[in-house]
């Protein structure tokens, strides 16, 4: 089975920045495509972005182009989004996830197991 670990979230003030991290293991990730989804307060989880196996393809959620970017390490089986220029409206709870496909679903229901996430607040 699949075990992913997210870390790396924290408090952070608004224009601040956030690395976070997720480790994954129970498979041979270098042939999945990883991604990020978020869930804020209230709110149903999102996408919020993806990279293929080989880490040449990549696609961002509208609300976090220019700011986020995602990468892998295919070596450690992690995959990353540094967070740029955050904002309120960014703070939830972060997960990564892995598929078979690329591009990567963006339906959080597509996906049987989660991790525990990791928590970003971004203070105004």
């Known amino acids: 089975q699949v075990q992913l670990v997210e870390s790396g979230g924290g408090l952070v003030q608004a224009g601040g920045s956030l690395r976070l991290s997720c480790a994954a293991s129970g498979h041979t990730f270098s042939s999945l495509s990883m991604g990020w989804f978020r869930q804020g307060p209230g709110k149903e989880r999102e996408f919020v972005a993806a990279i293929s196996w080989g880490g040449t393809r990549i696609n961002y959620a509208d609300s976090v182009k220019g700011r986020f970017t995602i990468s892998r390490d295919n070596a450690k089986n992690t995959v990353y989004l540094q967070m740029n220029s955050l904002k309120p409206e960014d703070t939830a709870v972060y997960y990564c996830?892995?598929?078979?496909?690329?591009?990567?679903?963006?339906?959080?229901?597509?996906?049987?197991?989660w991790g525990q996430g990791t928590q970003v607040t971004v203070s105004s």
């Open positions: 996830n892995v598929d078979v496909m690329y591009p990567m679903r963006t339906e959080p229901q597509e996906y049987d197991y």
